[in-house]
Every structure is written in C-alpha cells, then in structure tokens.
C-alpha cells in the first residue's frame, strides 16, 4: 500500500474557461461496430482483454439495512455490473475479521465475515456471476495474517509452540526492539508480547502480524487457502503486498533518511524488508497452484506489487512469464500530474516492460485518492474523467476500475479525527487522514443514503451523490457512465483488445495520440486525447511503422485516409474534430476515436 498525498500538479494550470464537456467527444451514443464483425480472431487468455472491477464489499451495497455493504448487494448488481461491460470483479478481502484494518487483518482465510453474510451467499454470488459470464477474484491477503487468526493464537502460545515459526519471532534488543524497521503504518514494526517476551513482526498494523513464509506449513497451508477458494471457481486472486513476504533474516537496520514521515517518524529506506528475491520462488509456487488445480479454467493473480521503477515490478511477470500475469503498475497509477509526455513515457516503458509481460493498468483504489479528484480541476472534472477514461480503456493493456469511478465518485475524507475509521488516519492525523474517504458508499440513486443503504451508512458519501449516481447518469446520454459503457463495448472488439500501440504524436506536448494498429482482421484505429485546457490543433505522424497500410509508405497524411469516427458515433463532437484536411481540432480535454482506413 502506497498512498499519493501530495496534491495533483497540472501541467498546464491555465483557467480557460472553455466548455469543454460540449466538445469532448463523451456522447453515449453507441461504438459504432467496428467492420468484420464475427471473424475469429487469434485467441488469447481470458485476462487479457477483461475489464477488471475492484470492489469494497463494505462499501458496494447494503440489503440488510445495517449500513454495511454485503455479499447479497454485490450479487444484486450483478446486472449492472454485466450492463457496464465487467468481465471480472476483484472483492477485496471479505473473510472473517476482526476490521481493525477492514478486512485486511484476516482470523478464518476459508470463511465469510458474517456482516456480510454467509458462505451460501457467496455460492449463490459465484453461480449468478457465472450465469452473466463475470468471474470472481479473491483478495490474497499473503503477508500477515490477524492477531486474532489461529494460528497467531497458537503461536503467540508458547516459544515451543509448533506454529511459533509461522510468524515472525525475535529477541529485542538493547532493551528495545530487535532492530530500526518501522511499519508501513507508522512506529516501529515489532510488538512486545509479553507473554514470551520475545518481539513478533509486523509491515503493517501492530495486529497484523507478517507470516514466516520460510516455513514449509506455513507456505503448504496458505497454498490450501488457494485450493479452497479454486475449489469453489472463482477465476484467481488479488495478491495482497506481495513485495514484503521476505525480510533480511539477519536483521540488519534499515538506512535513516533525512526527514520524517506523516507519522512524524524518521523516514528510512525499507532496504532490508521489501523485494527479497525468495519472494520468486512463493509467486511461481502460487502459480503453479492455479495452473495445475483441476478445473481452473486459466485462474489469474492479479499483483499489488510496487516497486522503485518499471524494471522491478516487471520482475513479478516471472523471467518466463511464470509468476504473476497481471502486476499492477503503480508508476501509471500514481502519476500525480496531467501530462500526456509523462503518460507517453510510462505507456512506452510498460509496452517494452523486460519480461514481455501484458500490461495492467488502473487508477484509483481503495488506498488512494480517487483519481476523479486528483486528475480534475475543479471546473471540468467530468471531462477530465472522461479523458482518463479513454485512455485507460483504449491504451494497449487490461483496465482495472474501481468501484464507482464510473459515476465520477469523489473523495469525501474525514472532516474531524473523531470521524476517521481508518487508524492510519487517527495516528496521522492531519497529515494523513486516512483512506475512508475512498471508501464511502456507492452512489446508486440520488435519494436517502445514495441509495446504498436504508439506514445510515458506515461512511458517508460525497455531497455530489445527488448529480453523480447511477441512476441520473443512466439517463443522461451524455454522462460519465455512458462514456464508460461506450468505451468499454468498443474495447471489446479488436485492435482494442489485442492488438499494438504506436505513438504518432511525435512527442506532443499536450496530446497524447496513438495507433492501435489492425490486429486480426481489425482495421487501424486512431486514438487522440488533449490533456490540456486549450484547444489544440493536431496533426498525427501516421508514419508506416506506426499504420498497418498502405504498407511502406512514410508518412500518410489523414487527407488521403478514410476517418471513420467510432466514439461518439453520432458525431457533432467528431465532426468538431475532423473537419477533413490533415488536421484534428482537439478542443479542452478533447477525446477523438476513429477508424482510419485506405479508401478503396
Ligand atoms: C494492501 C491493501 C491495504 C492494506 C494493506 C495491508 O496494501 O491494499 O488496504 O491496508 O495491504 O494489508
Ligand atoms: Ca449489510
């Protein structure tokens, strides 16, 4: 978990007061299909051309009116869900709990936490899913276990404990922990038991205690978490953390940097305990789970894997593509500015990532800042939403949504620290207000409690509930959620789905444009996004690299091509953009799809 504090930079801050929603390309009106529709195309994995959808269970929809979400409300919107375009749905940690970290301090991996229902309801979840052909992954949670969990139980029970080794267990020293490793969370990450006076260790929350994956039983009973879970069919798991399964056995100090954190902490390097290269080994074995489990009809794991720079996240593909298919690239995610060279660069990067490895990308989720409120400018958030949208749906890669981003979901933090569930909020307090605000219930009508709950919910949501719900947005033509569904539909069919992605933007400043070249028995399509608040005037460099036709000539011009506009396929807004001649007339935010052909 890495959380983005700083405040978006724009690149381009200037406040032109353009409309630019009446000329971003965001109509709802259907992708027109793209031609040869129904040709067979090369068959490549499931995961591949999925759309991904995180969701909070506690967070989605409540239909036992306790104000917490549940399994039952997520199976209720399982048709909204399939209406949208998901192919699969990512439920982060729904287990047995006891929420110090809401789900993500685990006491029963094998089980539902009864505020959100019971294992029959998952059943009847998974079997409605599959009805709709939506799959399911479960949240992995692989680095710690809860305090309350078991098996800490048993360990914490006595130095000679057979599961002692299961956690991590140490000596302090000079009458203080063993040595200078903090948590993620703030304070040192060794507790005191005094039971047996010896220190447990913990990246995370002092009750949430790291697992020894060096032990074989251990590693054996956490492998049995899987086989559980395939047993019943879901599609894969979300891997919790995967970067810190392995600390230095020797315990050497972490490097002081200069400093100190939100928690007012000295700020250190996590030299010692993140990317230790044993963590490998526990990824392939977890692969070779889901590839060899009888049944798993290709089962995915989808990483949270961070890391200092492209290279090393890539490292989790597996030198031979052996290890996780889907890391998520938290360099893409956590870009803090509106950039489209920043963008192209990380595109760039990712495509040629070392393994050969499928790009995975997302925005938002439930550790950080909504990126409707990152990205936006306060004046033209929904059109800077829809821009985002396009690019996450049309670049060369698998899209993860969050729940609720959609709608245009906003922030809505914690106002007082007697108001902060989440505890890195109340130890960082104000610095770090914690991630409820992320977390605040779906916005499904604009009635009471956002039609989420019929009493009041755990969190509450942002007052724009009332304008950005599902409900509204699915009768307006023009909204968010229509975008959403548009652009989904036309991922759907290739090039979008597998197909290349070549820049012919030559470097531009403000506009991000790229070819998705024919793929199959597609046609070439063009993809043109302003970033900026202007109005920019474009000309793509359709180079012969970057086109699939006419083969060997430099440089075609628009002019000599036949644009067939896809997004919006009623087209004022595209015929604002191409007016014919050479040139695109990218207004603010400006979103531009086509299909470019030879004319015959
Ligand atoms: C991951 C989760 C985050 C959680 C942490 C500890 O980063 O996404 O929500 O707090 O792991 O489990
Ligand atoms: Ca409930």
Redesign the pocket.
């Given at each position: 978990?890495?959380r983005l504090i700083s405040k978006i930079k724009l690149i381009n801050p200037c406040l032109v007061a353009f409309l630019a929603s009446v000329f971003l390309a965001g109509g709802s009106a259907q992708a027109t299909e793209l031609l040869h529709e129904g040709i067979t195309e090369p068959k490549t994995p499931w995961w591949q051309h999925a759309v991904f959808y995180e969701i909070y269970p506690r967070s989605f929809k409540d239909t036992n009116g306790d104000g917490i979400g549940d399994i039952n409300g997520i199976t209720s919107k399982l048709d909204y869900l399939k209406e949208l375009g998901v192919d699969a749905i990512w439920i982060?940690p729904c287990f047995p709990s006891p929420q110090v970290?809401?789900g993500?301090?685990i006491s029963d991996y094998c089980a539902i936490a009864p505020e959100y229902g019971t294992m029959a309801d998952f059943d009847n979840l998974l079997a409605e899913a599959k009805k709709r052909n939506i799959r399911i992954l479960m949240d992995f949670?692989v680095?710690?276990t809860s305090d309350k969990h078991p098996w800490f139980e048993e360990s914490r029970s006595s130095r000679d404990n057979p599961k002692r080794d299961w956690y991590i267990w140490r000596d302090g020293k000079n009458g203080g922990p063993p040595n200078n490793w903090q948590s993620?969370?703030g304070r040192s990450a060794w507790k005191l038991d005094a039971k047996t006076n010896q220190y447990y260790y913990h990246?995370?929350?002092a009750e949430?205690p790291d697992v020894n994956w060096r032990n074989p039983q251990l590693k054996e009973a956490m492998l049995d978490v899987d086989r559980f879970w395939l047993k019943k069919g879901v599609s894969g798991f979300r891997l919790?953390?995967v970067g810190c399964l392995f600390e230095d056995p020797e315990l050497h100090d972490n490097p002081v940097l200069a400093g100190t954190n939100n928690f007012g902490d000295p700020n250190t390097e996590f030299k010692y305990n993140d990317h230790y290269p044993e963590v490998h080994d526990v990824m392939r074995d977890l692969r070779t789970v889901l590839d060899t489990f009888p049944g798993a009809d290709n089962a995915v794991l989808v990483g949270?894997t961070s890391g200092p720079d492209v290279k090393s996240i890539s490292e989790m593909y597996g030198k031979t593509l052996d290890e996780i298919q889907l890391p998520m690239n938290f360099h893409f995610a956590y870009l803090n500015m509106r950039s489209a060279p920043e963008f192209r660069r990380l595109i760039k990067e990712w495509n040629a990532n070392p393994a050969g490895g499928w790009p995975l990308y997302f925005f938002s989720?439930?550790?950080q800042i909504r990126h409707y409120v990152r990205y936006g400018d306060g004046k033209n958030n929904d059109a800077i939403a829809k821009l985002m949208a396009a690019m996450l749906l049309t670049v060369r890669g698998t899209p993860l949504l969050y729940y609720g981003e959609e709608i245009g979901m906003e922030n809505n933090d914690p106002k007082r620290v007697e108001d902060v569930y989440d505890p890195?909020g109340k130890i960082g307090w104000p610095k770090e207000k914690g991630?409820d605000g992320e977390r605040t219930p779906m916005q499904w009508t604009g009635g009471q409690y956002a039609g989420f709950s019929t009493s009041k919910p755990w969190l509450t949501s942002a007052d724009s509930f009332k304008t950005h719900n599902v409900e509204t947005e699915t009768k307006d033509k023009d909204s968010l959620l229509n975008f959403y569904k548009t652009l989904i539909k036309l991922r759907g069919h290739e090039p979008f789905k597998n197909g290349d992605c070549k820049f012919v933007d030559a470097n531009d400043p403000n506009i991000l444009s790229y070819v998705r070249p024919a793929y199959g028995h597609s046609q070439d399509c063009l993809v043109t996004l302003n970033f900026s608040d202007k109005p920019v005037e474009f000309t793509p460099l359709l180079t012969g690299q970057a086109i699939t036709f006419p083969h060997g000539e430099e440089n075609v011009p628009l002019s000599k091509l036949v644009v067939q506009p896809l997004v919006p396929a009623d087209a004022s807004c595209s015929k604002a953009i191409y007016r014919g001649g050479d040139t695109l007339h990218m207004p603010p935010f400006g979103v531009f799809i086509a299909e470019i052909k030879r004319s015959n």
């Amino acid at each position: 978990m890495m959380r983005l504090i700083s405040k978006i930079k724009l690149i381009n801050p200037c406040l032109v007061a353009f409309l630019a929603s009446v000329f971003l390309a965001g109509g709802s009106a259907q992708a027109t299909e793209l031609l040869h529709e129904g040709i067979t195309e090369p068959k490549t994995p499931w995961w591949q051309h999925a759309v991904f959808y995180e969701i909070y269970p506690r967070s989605f929809k409540d239909t036992n009116g306790d104000g917490i979400g549940d399994i039952n409300g997520i199976t209720s919107k399982l048709d909204y869900l399939k209406e949208l375009g998901v192919d699969a749905i990512w439920i982060t940690p729904c287990f047995p709990s006891p929420q110090v970290d809401f789900g993500y301090d685990i006491s029963d991996y094998c089980a539902i936490a009864p505020e959100y229902g019971t294992m029959a309801d998952f059943d009847n979840l998974l079997a409605e899913a599959k009805k709709r052909n939506i799959r399911i992954l479960m949240d992995f949670v692989v680095n710690h276990t809860s305090d309350k969990h078991p098996w800490f139980e048993e360990s914490r029970s006595s130095r000679d404990n057979p599961k002692r080794d299961w956690y991590i267990w140490r000596d302090g020293k000079n009458g203080g922990p063993p040595n200078n490793w903090q948590s993620l969370f703030g304070r040192s990450a060794w507790k005191l038991d005094a039971k047996t006076n010896q220190y447990y260790y913990h990246f995370f929350y002092a009750e949430q205690p790291d697992v020894n994956w060096r032990n074989p039983q251990l590693k054996e009973a956490m492998l049995d978490v899987d086989r559980f879970w395939l047993k019943k069919g879901v599609s894969g798991f979300r891997l919790d953390a995967v970067g810190c399964l392995f600390e230095d056995p020797e315990l050497h100090d972490n490097p002081v940097l200069a400093g100190t954190n939100n928690f007012g902490d000295p700020n250190t390097e996590f030299k010692y305990n993140d990317h230790y290269p044993e963590v490998h080994d526990v990824m392939r074995d977890l692969r070779t789970v889901l590839d060899t489990f009888p049944g798993a009809d290709n089962a995915v794991l989808v990483g949270e894997t961070s890391g200092p720079d492209v290279k090393s996240i890539s490292e989790m593909y597996g030198k031979t593509l052996d290890e996780i298919q889907l890391p998520m690239n938290f360099h893409f995610a956590y870009l803090n500015m509106r950039s489209a060279p920043e963008f192209r660069r990380l595109i760039k990067e990712w495509n040629a990532n070392p393994a050969g490895g499928w790009p995975l990308y997302f925005f938002s989720n439930h550790d950080q800042i909504r990126h409707y409120v990152r990205y936006g400018d306060g004046k033209n958030n929904d059109a800077i939403a829809k821009l985002m949208a396009a690019m996450l749906l049309t670049v060369r890669g698998t899209p993860l949504l969050y729940y609720g981003e959609e709608i245009g979901m906003e922030n809505n933090d914690p106002k007082r620290v007697e108001d902060v569930y989440d505890p890195i909020g109340k130890i960082g307090w104000p610095k770090e207000k914690g991630r409820d605000g992320e977390r605040t219930p779906m916005q499904w009508t604009g009635g009471q409690y956002a039609g989420f709950s019929t009493s009041k919910p755990w969190l509450t949501s942002a007052d724009s509930f009332k304008t950005h719900n599902v409900e509204t947005e699915t009768k307006d033509k023009d909204s968010l959620l229509n975008f959403y569904k548009t652009l989904i539909k036309l991922r759907g069919h290739e090039p979008f789905k597998n197909g290349d992605c070549k820049f012919v933007d030559a470097n531009d400043p403000n506009i991000l444009s790229y070819v998705r070249p024919a793929y199959g028995h597609s046609q070439d399509c063009l993809v043109t996004l302003n970033f900026s608040d202007k109005p920019v005037e474009f000309t793509p460099l359709l180079t012969g690299q970057a086109i699939t036709f006419p083969h060997g000539e430099e440089n075609v011009p628009l002019s000599k091509l036949v644009v067939q506009p896809l997004v919006p396929a009623d087209a004022s807004c595209s015929k604002a953009i191409y007016r014919g001649g050479d040139t695109l007339h990218m207004p603010p935010f400006g979103v531009f799809i086509a299909e470019i052909k030879r004319s015959n």
